[in-house]
Nanobody, 114 residues
Framework: VQLQASGGGLVQPGGSLRLSCVAS????????ANWYRQVTGKQRELVAV???????NYSDSVKGRFTISRDNAKNTAYLQMNSLKPEDTAIYYC?????????WGQGTQVTVSS
């Protein structure tokens, strides 16, 4: 199983980025797809969830600014991030989860700075 996250980078406050997470070696459609983020020295934070039925949920800190989506035909989960703030700076990780099973991708760095 491999999860490949991409799309991070340096962006100015107010800007946008779209993260992608491509899965291989797994039946992607039966898993919840999640995005977490982590700042050095802090706990990993759950940012957004999309279930296998496409129900979504967001942390209060990103609600209204971030949108999670999935394309099961491409085995890919996305995180569209708009109106980015400096406090969104973190390493973002994708995760696939179902009861009793879960997988992590490598992180992608997002830096919001002028």
């Amino acid at each position: 199983v491999q999860l490949q996250a991409s799309g991070g980078g340096l962006v100015q406050p107010g800007g946008s980025l779209r993260l992608s997470c491509v899965a291989s070696g797994i039946t992607f459609s039966i898993y919840h797809a999640n995005w977490y983020r982590q700042v050095t020295g802090k706990q990993r934070e759950l940012v957004a969830v999309i279930t296998e039925n496409r129900n979504t949920n967001y942390s209060d800190s990103v609600k209204g600014r971030f949108t999670i989506s999935r394309d099961n035909a491409k085995n890919t989960a996305y995180l569209q991030m708009n109106s980015l703030k400096p406090e969104d700076t973190a390493i973002y990780y994708c995760n696939l989860w179902r009861v009793g099973d879960g997988f992590w991708g490598q992180g992608t760095q997002v830096t919001v700075s002028s």
